[in-house]
């Protein structure tokens, strides 16, 4: 049997027809050698119908709950089978180059852990997409730390932590270092996680020619307040 190459893992909780035009637009990135995983986390709508009918060959893993982010990406995680994974909101959508230019970053980059691509708006304007680890004074604001501006960088380049919309990775690395913490509900799980790997020794990188056109927000318009309630928890 071949070997999976990538496995892409979606944590996904209700917007259909975002999710299903977030995958049309992986399915022209994926190749016979990739597999795609939909975490799914207590959708109350047609969600995981409308995606199995549309893209039957997406292998479907359903909480049944909201298990928060980084739980739904342990357990996409562990149904993957590739040697890189690679961890997509399901408000990102991948240009179909991207799957290629992050295995080619691999190879370039043999003690890179993480690679993010550069995230975008609709009209193409950039994100912030890396960052700078926090540390305790930062946090109490009596040390500034200065984030990265990458956005105008045109080969890859090392960072400290990534945003984590589009996050790939190889597979080893989670044995090795551990996967995302699970005290982490939503957010900054993948922050915490960068800083850990770093710690073990590897590389985080970003690589500003994928460029991941991102709906920034999109996942917590509907639920705001309980979102922020868990950004203090876990910035705390």
């Known amino acids: 049997m071949a070997e999976t190459r990538f496995s892409i893992v979606i944590v996904h909780r209700n917007g259909e027809t975002m999710l299903l035009n977030a995958l049309d637009a992986l399915m022209r990135a994926v190749g016979t050698d990739d597999e795609v995983i939909l975490v799914d986390n207590g959708s109350t709508d047609a969600s995981l119908t409308r995606a199995g009918a549309a893209h039957p060959a997406v292998r479907i893993v359903a909480n049944g709950c909201n298990a928060g982010f980084a739980r739904a990406c342990n357990r996409g995680l562990a149904a993957a089978r590739g040697k890189y994974v690679l961890f997509l909101n399901n408000d990102a959508f991948l240009p179909a180059d991207a799957l290629d230019r992050f295995a080619e970053d691999f190879e370039a980059f043999p003690n890179a852990a993480l690679i993010g691509g ?107 307040r309980g979102a922020q309630v868990e950004m203090v928890r876990s910035r705390l």
Request: contains cysteine; proline residues 5%.
């Open 118 to 224: 550069q995230l975008v708006g609709e009209a193409g304007a950039p994100q912030r997409s890396a960052g700078v680890a926090p540390t305790f004074l930062s946090e109490l604001g009596l040390r500034r730390r200065r984030q990265p501006d990458v956005s105008h960088a045109t080969q890859p380049v090392a960072v400290e932590t990534l945003v984590g919309a589009c996050m790939a990775f190889r597979r080893e690395l989670a044995d090795a270092a551990g996967r995302m913490d699970e005290d982490f509900f939503f957010y900054f799980e993948e922050t915490e996680w960068c800083v850990r790997l770093r710690r073990h020794g590897w590389q985080v990188w970003l690589d500003p020619r994928i460029r991941v056109t991102h709906l920034k927000g999109a996942r917590t318009r509907t639920g705001r």
